[in-house]
């Protein structure tokens, strides 16, 4: 244990990586990896349908909760600014056991977020190139998408840092001009349609549809975090990191909801869409307001974001395990830590970030409503991996942590804390609700089963290999003795 607050610098290795990302390429890469322009192409059709345009709303209620879980990992890591994100964090806050359950929940989500993302591109792939997208075309274009993100990855921090940055722009482009050319030219309705559900709960209350809806918002805002998973990357990361998050959502969290709004006035006939007759608006929108050329040109632009996007998460992912592989937390950990110093990144712990979601995308072929259900199991991992985080913060707090980084909360942390805890409890619980009794019970249950699974896996490796106990890194510190 170390003197009360633990210093960042506390019984802390000296990094292997290089100090080449600034602050407008740590707040791109969070931006890209929070990606405005792939979380509402991907989910437009699905939350139109289930909600009718009041699901636009999920946008506010995500966006107001998440803030706050921002705003905790802010204090974090300016205190904290190791590379891995919620795995340090939550072994410095708690202990060895917590961190590395915290850990393996979050690679997992990451590795399949990688694939939500990769897979939400592929019908625009197959529309761009030409061809008819197919459940198996669908999944070739994830694979082929992940093999040129890693490859990406690969070249180095400044290939990354680039990357964002063209992402960036192309979600600006993507966000802002597309929204601004379907208002003044292809809209149909005025505000007032976003009060009205248009039949799709039916004749009973809305806020089950509204809640069922709503997974565009919970998948909108994460991403935040990527901004501290290179935190080893950054100059002076305990005032660039937290900043950037917070930048990440607020112009993030605009950039989508305007992407929404547009598209959402632009849709002829809602009832279509809920109905099932119109499944691809976001398609349809575009070829109508922009012809075939203009459509196919927006759709290159946005298969840019998805692709930085996929890079952002990858690189994410790649650096979470191999924070867990440095402190010799996980099997294979001796290569999982190699490190490239010529490249200054960790080759096979990448390479995993890309194997893994190709293969989950080969798997989801066995599954009706991939997509659905891939994204589901990712905000539910990810938002569990939070909250392990904030929960962890909030116990320390309660055991005496005071923050010691160069932003922190001061007398509003505990209200703040308690807040994202209570909001990120409530997301959980309704993405892993089941909405289909129709469907086998497996099929129903099988979000809430996939986490119990990687849960029930996770405790039983970490207790019979007992990794969880190897590695000398800061465990506990932030309590005072």
């Known amino acids: 244990m170390t003197a009360p607050g633990g210093g960042a610098g506390a019984g802390e290795k000296k990094s292997e990586f290089r100090k080449d990302m600034g602050p407008w390429a740590n707040f791109a890469l969070g931006f890209t990896y929070l990606s405005p322009v792939v979380s509402t192409y991907t989910l437009f059709g699905t939350a139109l349908a289930d909600g009718g345009p009041p699901m636009i709303w999920a946008f506010v209620m995500a966006g107001c909760g998440q803030f706050l879980v921002a705003l905790v990992f802010g204090e974090v890591v300016a205190q904290y600014p190791v590379a891995g994100g919620v795995y340090p964090w939550a072994r410095r806050l708690w202990g060895k056991r917590w961190a590395w359950m915290t850990g393996w929940v979050y690679m997992w989500a990451l590795l399949v977020t990688i694939t939500s993302v990769a897979y939400g591109a592929g019908p625009y792939i197959a529309i761009l190139l030409g061809f008819r997208p197919t459940v198996h075309t669908t999944v070739l274009c994830t694979v082929a998408l992940i093999v040129i993100a890693v490859l990406i990855n690969y070249a180095g921090t400044k290939a990354l840092s680039t990357a964002a940055l063209i992402g960036f722009s192309a979600e600006l482009l993507g966000a802002l001009v597309v929204g601004v050319i379907l208002l003044t030219t292809h809209r149909f309705h005025g505000l007032g349609v976003l009060f009205d559900d248009f039949g799709a709960a039916g004749d009973g209350s809305y806020l089950p549809v509204f809640l069922g809806a709503a997974i565009i918002g919970f998948y909108q805002y994460y991403g935040f975090e990527a901004c501290g998973d290179v935190a080893e990357e950054v100059k002076h990361p305990g005032k660039v990191i937290p900043k950037a998050m917070r930048r990440t959502i607020y112009v993030g969290g605009a950039a989508a909801t305007f992407t929404c709004l547009t598209l959402l006035l632009a849709v002829v006939d809602?009832?279509?869409?809920?109905?099932?007759?119109?499944?691809?608006?976001?398609?349809?929108?575009?070829f109508d307001a922009l012809g075939e050329a203009g459509a196919r040109t927006v759709m290159a632009v946005v298969l840019i974001s998805f692709l930085s996007c996929t890079i952002s998460l990858q690189a994410a992912a790649g650096r979470l395990i191999y924070s867990y592989a440095r402190d010799e937390m996980i099997i294979g950990h001796r290569l999982l830590r190699t490190f490239s110093a010529a490249r200054a990144v960790p080759p096979y712990a990448l390479l995993v970030a890309a194997v893994v979601p190709?293969?989950?995308?080969?798997?989801?072929?066995?599954?009706?409503?991939?997509?659905?259900?891939?994204?589901?199991?990712?905000?539910?991992?990810?938002y569990g991996a939070f909250q392990m985080v904030v929960l962890a913060a909030l116990r320390a707090r309660l055991k005496g942590w005071k923050p010691s980084g160069e932003y922190r909360l001061g007398r509003w942390g505990l209200l703040v804390n308690v807040g994202a805890l209570a909001y990120g409890i409530f997301a959980v619980v309704n993405i892993a609700w089941p909405r289909t009794p129709e469907a086998a019970w497996y099929d129903n249950w099988i979000v809430l089963l996939s986490g119990g699974v990687v849960v029930v896996a996770g405790l039983v490796y970490m207790f019979t290999t007992h990794h969880y106990g190897r590695g000398d890194a800061p465990s506990g510190s932030a309590v005072p003795d």
């Open 358 to 382: 190709a293969l989950i995308a080969v798997g989801s072929l066995i599954s009706t409503d991939a997509l659905t259900k891939i994204v589901s199991f990712a905000i539910l991992g990810i």
């Open 270 to 286: 809602y009832r279509a869409v809920i109905s099932g007759e119109d499944s691809d608006p976001v398609v349809r929108v575009l």
